[in-house]
């Protein structure tokens, strides 16, 4: 764990364009962890993918990680309302990517036909399942699975699921609910070439030392057809230009780059994937929300209800208005 891990490159790792410092002094204001860190940004506008200035070790990097969210546990049971809305989404699944019937009454079918008409609700359900078709005993990875929560919510919908973590408390924690996972990074995983058929990671690719190297790796480990589905923070999100160096989606130390629409499709198409897709989500209501806390001087955390739904009626209206200017952004690709 002493040997350097990530190091901030002298060009784009997306575009070669050479980078520029562009903040400085960021704190961590989520979780915690000492000094003021720079990161530097392409010069390509195109692109415009920014990076941690930093050489950072294993050690350092794992350190980063203590108090980390996702060793929170999953959640197994849901009853009255929230019950009901996730049979409406496995409805909404049923009908628009090809998953098996709920059962669940008529009240929650008709209430599902309404998430396609709200942006919102549709990506919401839609996420459930890294917006991917069904495909019967189809074999999923999951990078960086945190507390296993959409393992899990896979396996009960058909997939054959494995997982890969770094983070050790995480990967206890799913061999105790009985997953098959791994501990380490893709790259390390014996995964022959063409074996998968889908591979996901949500808010990973922006902690991973080389985004490049790991998107590269993930589409010769899938299967013609096979499909990628990356969800991360967008370095070019209205958010983002508004907030600066009080912007949630910084996350400093731990995210090592910011990926943009223009930096992960040129990391996509290089890999050689045969389509590839890149759109915006009305998701990122807590992004904002936790970034007005930091511009405030606050601990950024969650809110209470009705502050959650404010952040995500603005979050919707800025993805109805530019969808590429919401602060999370979708990479889907398929090979």
């Known amino acids: 764990m002493t040997d350097l891990v990530y190091s901030r490159p002298n060009q784009c790792g997306a575009c070669g364009a050479p980078l520029h410092p562009w903040l400085s002094g960021v704190r961590d204001r989520v979780y915690g962890v000492g000094g003021d860190w720079d990161l530097f940004r392409c010069g390509n506008a195109a692109c415009a993918a920014a990076y941690l200035d930093a050489r950072l070790t294993g050690e350092q990097l794992g350190s ?4 980390y969210s996702t060793h ?3 959640v197994l049971t849901v009853s009255g309302a929230k019950r009901g809305f996730r049979q409406a989404i496995e409805w909404f699944l049923h009908r628009n990517l090809g998953y098996r019937r709920p059962d669940a009454s008529t009240a929650t079918s008709v209430l599902a036909r309404f998430f396609r008409l709200i942006p ?3 990506h919401m359900a839609s996420l459930r399942v890294f917006w991917l078709p069904y495909v019967a005993n189809g074999k999923l990875v999951e990078i960086g699975f945190g507390n296993a ?3 899990l919510q896979m396996h009960d919908l058909g997939w054959d699921v494995e997982g890969i973590e770094f983070d050790t ?3 206890d924690k799913a061999r105790a609910l009985g997953l098959r996972v791994g501990e380490g990074d893709f790259l390390a995983q014996n995964y022959a070439d063409g074996s998968l058929d889908a591979v996901v990671g949500s808010h990973v690719i922006e902690h991973v030392p080389d985004p490049g190297e790991l998107i590269a790796a993930i589409h010769d480990k899938l299967a013609p057809g096979g499909r990628m589905v990356l969800i991360t923070p967008n370095g070019k999100s209205l958010g983002c230009r508004l907030m600066g160096a009080d912007w949630r989606g910084l996350e400093t130390p731990r995210h090592l780059t910011i990926q943009t629409s223009g930096s992960l499709i040129r990391h996509a198409e290089r890999a050689g994937f045969r389509t590839v897709k890149l759109f915006g989500t009305p998701l ?4 904002l929300q936790q970034s007005v806390q930091i511009r405030r001087g606050k601990p950024a955390g969650p809110a209470g209800r009705i502050a959650q739904l404010f952040w995500a009626i603005i979050a919707s209206a800025i993805h109805l208005v530019r969808p590429k200017a919401s602060d999370e952004i979708v990479l889907f690709c398929e090979k």
């Open 169 to 171: 408390v995480c990967v």
């Open 149 to 151: 929560q959409t393992l």
């Open 284 to 287: 990122g209501g807590g992004i």
């Open 72 to 74: 929170s546990d999953p």
């Open 64 to 67: 980063f990680y203590a108090t």
């Open 120 to 122: 919102l609700l549709r």
